[in-house]
């Protein structure tokens, strides 16, 4: 991971001399004035990228949006795309700090899928510019920044399909395909900033209710049903 070139700056908060590793510290009960600053200026960044994209943002305009001098904003990180991997990087690690937490003390598999769709959409329900971001500029980030961010999508796509693999086991559904099952529940919950309107479809714990329902019935009522008979040739 980069590090942070340490620019001293007695209006500025302390901020950790490793990088930016407090940020994303699982259990933070009193986080630094360094770590909520960097917050803001990540939601910041994170609606200028969703308005603008990427590419056309500038950091100008993320100085105007977060009330930040540009040479404020360069003792939070080195360039354009230090940001964007910041951003990708909170993101993913909160996601997979909640999810941990809630899934302590958790044995049934049915059951912790349930909570991890629940803190899946928890998350994105509210923030849909950050998922907006997430799924448009998945690509955009170069080297060292991509592999990192690569490896907790990995993390985190391994930690949902051991969660499936032990319902595979306690069901008894052999024919069942663990990964198309793991990527089609994903199809179904990362597009939800593209439509979701919660007076038509209730909030995020009837909408995680309503997946999950979906999800687990089809797996299990599709795959516990004696293969279908071929038709014979005529």
């Given at each position: 991971?980069?590090?942070?070139?340490?620019?001293?700056?007695?209006?500025?908060?302390?901020?950790?001399?490793?990088?930016?590793?407090?940020?994303?510290?699982?259990?933070?009960?009193?986080?630094?004035?360094?770590?909520?600053?960097?917050?803001?200026?990540?939601?910041?960044?994170?609606?200028?990228?969703?308005?603008?994209?990427?590419?056309?943002?500038?950091i100008?305009?993320?100085?105007?949006?977060?009330?930040?001098?540009?040479?404020?904003?360069?003792?939070?990180?080195?360039?354009?795309d230090?940001?964007?991997?910041?951003?990708?990087?909170?993101?993913?690690?909160?996601?997979?700090?909640?999810?941990?937490?809630?899934?302590?003390?958790?044995?049934?598999?049915?059951q912790?899928?349930?909570?991890?769709?629940?803190?899946?959409?928890?998350?994105?329900?509210?923030?849909?510019?950050?998922?907006?971001?997430?799924?448009?500029?998945?690509?955009?980030?170069?080297?060292?920044?991509?592999r990192?961010?690569?490896?907790l999508?990995?993390?985190?796509?391994?930690?949902?399909?051991?969660?499936?693999?032990?319902?595979?086991?306690?069901?008894?559904?052999?024919?069942?395909?663990?990964?198309?099952?793991?990527?089609?529940?994903?199809?179904?919950?990362?597009?939800?900033?593209?439509?979701?309107?919660p007076?038509?479809?209730?909030?995020?714990?009837?909408?995680?209710?309503?997946?999950?329902?979906?999800?687990?019935?089809?797996?299990?009522?599709?795959?516990?049903?004696?293969?279908?008979?071929?038709?014979?040739?005529?």
């Open positions: 991971m980069a590090r942070t070139a340490v620019r001293p700056r007695s209006s500025e908060p302390d901020r950790p001399r490793v990088g930016h590793a407090s940020l994303t510290a699982t259990a933070s009960p009193e986080p630094s004035r360094y770590d909520k600053r960097l917050r803001e200026i990540l939601q910041r960044a994170t609606e200028v990228f969703c308005e603008k994209g990427f590419a056309a943002a500038s100008r305009d993320i100085s105007r949006a977060s009330g930040t001098s540009l040479a404020g904003l360069y003792y939070y990180f080195e360039s354009k230090h940001l964007l991997f910041l951003v990708q990087q909170e993101a993913f690690s909160t996601l997979i700090a909640g999810l941990e937490g809630k899934l302590q003390g958790i044995t049934d598999p049915e912790a899928i349930r909570v991890f769709v629940s803190n899946h959409l928890e998350h994105f329900v509210a923030n849909r510019k950050q998922a907006q971001v997430l799924s448009h500029e998945s690509d955009t980030l170069k080297e060292p920044y991509q990192e961010i690569a490896t999508k990995r993390q985190y796509y391994r930690r949902c399909l051991a969660l499936v693999e032990q319902l595979q086991q306690k069901r008894r559904l052999p024919r069942m395909n663990p990964r198309l099952a793991v990527l089609s529940l994903f199809g179904m919950m990362n597009w939800i900033y593209t439509w979701y309107n007076a038509v479809d209730g909030d995020w714990k009837e909408m995680a209710h309503q997946m999950t329902s979906i999800f687990l019935q089809g797996v299990i009522g599709g795959f516990q049903d004696a293969p279908p008979e071929r038709s014979p040739n005529l």
